[in-house]
């Protein structure tokens, strides 16, 4: 540090020390004097009075009414409305679209997979009569259609014998 910037930083503090202020305090009263030299919106604030700061209490847009009313004065017709006004209002102030799509979506896929699982996958021999086992229509249609899906071979399904074969119709 350079003798002279040291001269003014101890100058200063031993000036404060002859006055009769101790070690202590001068180096506060200095801190104190070097926040004073940058003064923020928040102390000027602090030091003036409220009414005395123009940017406070100044707005451009006046409103045109008081708000919010009393409504012991206000007839009841003119009360529904601004209630009806202040519930449409409040409705579209906190409306989220994209949330409620995507819980309705979430909603509506897990019923759609608890219903496919429950009535094609869950093993229903458990609960009831094994021997005729619930949704077993449903399911042997499903997997007779899903069955060979992968495979190489053609599925035909027999469900009624073709009239138009040669070799189902008998002559007697």
Known sequence: MPQGSEALVTGGLNARAS?????????????INTIAMFPTIIRRAAQKGAEEIPFIYTNPYKAKRLWPPDFTKIHPKHQFRL?????????LRWARPGWTKATKMVQ???IVFVTVYG??????????NPENPPFHTI????????????G????????????????SSSDS
Not at 83 to 91: A, D, L
Not at 119 to 128: E, M, P, Q
Not at 143 to 148: A, D, K, Q, S, Y
Not at 156 to 165: F, G, I, N, Y
């Open 19 to 31: 006055r009769g202020l101790s070690g202590a305090n001068a180096e506060l009263q200095e801190y």
């Open 83 to 91: 209630e009806r006004r202040f519930r449409r209002r409040s409705k």
């Open 108 to 110: 509506f896929g897990s």
């Open 119 to 128: 009535v094609l996958f869950l093993d229903w021999n458990t609960i009831g």
């Open 139 to 150: 399911r042997n249609w499903f997997f007779g259609l899903t069955g060979n899906i992968w």
């Open 152 to 167: 190489r071979g053609q599925v035909r399904r027999h469900d009624e014998p073709d009239d138009a074969s040669p070799v």
